[in-house]
């Protein structure tokens, strides 16, 4: 079977690359290891793309949950996938998600989106959906500025397997729970660290034992461990990787890197 990869933009025998990243990062983890922060401050520093995947399913769950849907039932969460009228922003500044004309950027982040997101992120027509809209965005993107940030669970083992750059991020449960704690009392949602951290287990159970897209590294991504990092510490790592395989620069001539 053919990889699908995106094609970058030319012009006059050169890419159009007003950014400095050339190609995809494909970022993947579970959450609290600090993959948003890190992927909107890459995408921001380099002038390239920002795309969140998981912002995508949180909008459907949003949409099967309006229509009072359960989230566990198949056909119908396919259908409420397949009519969903959903915008989402490519790029740091403008990150915003539309269910319609209908700011859900901050429903999204809800507790009840994220006790279902799992489940309806694991029905296979969802996926398929989401993983032919988010290569048309990559695709879209790397013609523009030639590079972009993805964010996610299966970008580098689904949705952009040819990915120059695959890392994923990892961090122990207690530093994951903790940091997802204090993202929800900044976002004035209460939870104690205890009750974050069996929730962080839980949706890493569920995601890691889907059958479509599980959560798990690409055999060729660069595994880091956030643990002990701080966000500019991340950072400095994955402005290192690109620097490494060439991935950084002005535009440069066609059929280089």
Request: aromatic content about 2%; glycine content about 10%; hydrophobic content about 40%.
């Amino acid at each position: 079977m053919e990889r699908w990869k995106p094609r970058p933009a030319r012009t006059g025998g050169k890419r159009v690359a007003p950014g400095q990243l050339r190609g995809v990062v494909a970022l993947d983890g579970p959450s609290g290891t600090g993959k948003s922060t890190v992927a909107r401050r890459l995408a921001g520093k380099l002038g390239a793309g920002y795309l969140d995947t998981g912002a995508m399913y949180r909008a459907i769950t949003v949409a099967v949950l309006r229509a009072g849907v359960d989230p566990s039932d198949d056909d119908a969460v396919a259908a409420i996938a397949e009519r969903t009228d959903l915008h989402i922003g490519d790029s740091p500044a403008a990150a915003q998600v539309r269910i319609g004309d209908d700011d859900v950027t901050v429903e999204i982040r809800g507790p009840e989106v994220t006790l279902n997101v799992s489940a309806v992120s694991a029905v296979p027509r969802v996926r398929e959906l989401m993983v032919a809209r988010q290569r048309s965005i990559i695709t879209d993107v790397v013609r523009r500025l030639g590079g972009i940030v993805v964010e996610g669970r299966d970008i580098g083992t689904v949705v952009a397997p040819d990915a120059p750059l695959k890392v994923y991020l990892t961090a122990s449960a207690d530093a994951r729970a903790g940091r997802r704690t204090r993202q929800d009392a900044a976002s004035g949602r209460n939870a104690t660290i205890a009750e974050t951290r069996k929730d962080v287990e839980r949706r890493d159970r569920l995601d890691s034992t889907r059958t479509t897209s599980p959560l798990r590294p690409a055999h060729d991504a660069v595994e880091l461990d956030t643990t002990a990092l701080d966000i500019n510490g991340v950072l400095n790592r994955l402005v290192g990787l690109l620097d490494e395989r060439g991935l950084r620069g002005q535009a440069c001539e066609a059929g280089g890197r």
